[in-house]
């Protein structure tokens, strides 16, 4: 189908794309070159990965046997970035894998340790300086960003506990604890005298 052809050849050029800019690919496809793995993201069609030397072929259909295959969830996709824990996802039903186990561990590796120079991509279309000032100021963005949604989350604690009294300060939950160990020491404490009571009147 045309849809086929149009998706395939998006994911094929973007894989090409991407592994040409990584000069540390080559390295890691060796283990791959020559092997068919079948991707299966449950919620789209089956794809079929084919390695060469320097190149994947992407497939909507394929006649032979994959070497290896691997089904998961589109949200799962991510878990491909560190593929020392397939282990551990596989236990936890996180994805499923046919076939020889290391060819999978070797596409999560070949993809999931992309190192990329974005800034020197950049730089070609734009020169080094604009691409520098460009970097820099996402890198600034990011960090404000991120010590914004830490200072949110801090005043969103603090709005709880303080001013609606939704979840206990630490001093309460500490208090609590205290009161809980009382009244345990209390309850076994009745319970050896009510014991003593019981042997005296039997």
């Given amino acids: 189908m045309p849809m086929d052809a149009l998706i395939t050849a998006a994911v094929e050029t973007a894989c090409n794309q991407l592994l040409a800019r990584d000069t540390s690919a080559a390295e890691r496809q060796k283990k791959l070159i020559g092997k068919t793995l079948r991707l299966d993201v449950r919620e789209l069609k089956p794809l079929w990965f084919i390695f060469s030397s320097g190149r994947v072929d992407v497939l909507a259909r394929y006649e ?17 970035r560190d593929p020392s824990a397939l282990t551990r996802y596989i236990r936890e039903e996180r994805l499923d894998i046919e076939g020889d186990p290391q060819l999978v561990q070797a596409f999560g590796s070949l993809f999931g340790e992309l190192a990329i120079d974005w800034e020197e991509q950049l730089s070609r279309y734009t020169g080094d300086v604009l691409a520098h000032t460009l970097f820099a100021g996402a890198r600034k963005a990011r ?25 206990p300060g630490p001093l309460e939950v500490a208090s609590f604890g205290d009161d809980v160990e009382a009244l345990a020491s209390r309850l076994k404490a009745t319970e050896l005298r009510l014991a003593r009571l019981e042997a005296k009147v039997a």
């Fill in 143 to 167: 960090s404000l960003l991120g010590l914004e949604l830490r200072r949110s989350r801090t005043q969103l604690a603090e709005y709880l506990t303080e001013e609606l009294r939704l979840a």
């Fill in 64 to 80: 032979g046997e994959a070497d290896a295959g691997l089904s998961l969830s589109l949200s799962a996709l991510g878990l491909l």
